[in-house]
């Protein structure tokens, strides 16, 4: 597979649907990876994979301000787009990276929404009732203006994951979208751009999410049964480390649908949680094999 040249550094809409409509000339297949940059490894594995599978690779990094609440952190998550850059250049194959402002993104009139009342309101979308329809509305856009063939999401963003398969499902875009696995830390915390708001203390209980959460698959993996004892278990224990629990649940992983008390499972399941470490909220799941 060819390698490039140079990486293409676009902010319109205009220059970024011109080069896309070249790769489409050219019968060249397009892999699209979208971020909120602030740049690492998990990312990167994304990049990678898509290098695998198509042509030209474009990388999109814009913080999406319709996913953030007013009281959310907007204003202050990282944005280190020249950092990002060299990262993306330095690691190869990527030809196009679309870093637009929000305003290049979003006309002043533009009142759009997209909603998928079941999926939105669940879990994530529980305490944060605007994130998803705001992610459902950039990735709308971006694969309008990119018209990629395949999309590559982490499966560390596994709501995130299933509703955008859902949209592009609902939405009839010729797209197939890759998962990626959780790629984490040596202690096994799920990397994020938002650990770094983790204070030492913090950031060294961390960990015990995850661990939590792979106590609750370990359980259900060996009784094939659904008990919400364990799933209380793991919150108390959470809870006794201070740790605020939003959420910690079991569900079907392909759709999300809930696991009822006694229930035996009978396809692929996923446990799936929440919570705030100091001023953090981190997210993380463990997937049945
Ligand atoms: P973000 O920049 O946080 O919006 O994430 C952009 C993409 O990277 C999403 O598809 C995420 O699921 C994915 N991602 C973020 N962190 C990780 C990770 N630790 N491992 C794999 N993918 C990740």
């Not at 204070?199 to 698959?217: D, F, G, I």
């Amino acid at each position: 597979m060819k390698r490039r040249s140079t990486m293409k550094l676009i902010k319109d809409k205009t220059p970024l649907k011109a080069h896309c409509a070249a790769y489409r000339e050219a019968q060249q297949a397009i892999a699209f990876v979208p971020t909120m940059g602030n740049l690492h490894n998990g990312h990167l594995r994304l990049v990678e994979a898509a290098k695998q599978k198509a042509d030209k690779v474009i990388v999109s990094i814009f913080v999406n301000p319709r996913q953030f609440a007013p009281h959310e952190d907007y204003n202050t998550y990282p944005r280190t787009l020249e950092k990002d850059y060299e990262t993306l250049s330095k690691l190869g194959g990527v030809d196009l990276v679309f870093a637009p402002s929000a305003s290049a993104m979003y006309s002043a009139d533009c009142d759009i929404s997209i909603h998928l009342p079941r999926l939105e309101t669940i879990l994530c979308g529980a305490s944060r009732p605007h994130f998803f329809s705001g992610v459902m509305v950039v990735l709308a856009k971006l694969f309008n203006l990119i018209s990629p063939q395949f999309v590559f999401m982490g499966e560390k963003d596994f709501q995130q994951l299933v509703i955008t398969r859902e949209l592009v499902k609902a939405l009839d875009f010729p797209i197939e979208i890759i998962s990626v696995p959780t790629v984490r830390e040596p202690d096994g915390l799920a990397m994020s751009s938002r650990n770094q708001y983790l204070s030492a203390k913090e950031r060294e209980l961390a960990p015990v999410l995850y661990n939590t959460l792979k106590r609750v698959a370990a359980d259900v993996a060996a009784s094939q049964v659904f008990s919400k004892k364990t799933v209380q278990q793991a919150k108390e224990a959470l809870a006794s480390l201070g740790i605020v629990v939003d959420y910690i649940e079991v569900r079907y992983a392909s759709d999300l649908r809930e696991i009822k008390e006694g229930e035996v499972v009978s396809r692929q399941w996923v446990v799936v949680g929440a919570a705030v470490i100091g001023k953090t909220r981190l997210i993380d799941n463990v997937l049945s094999g």
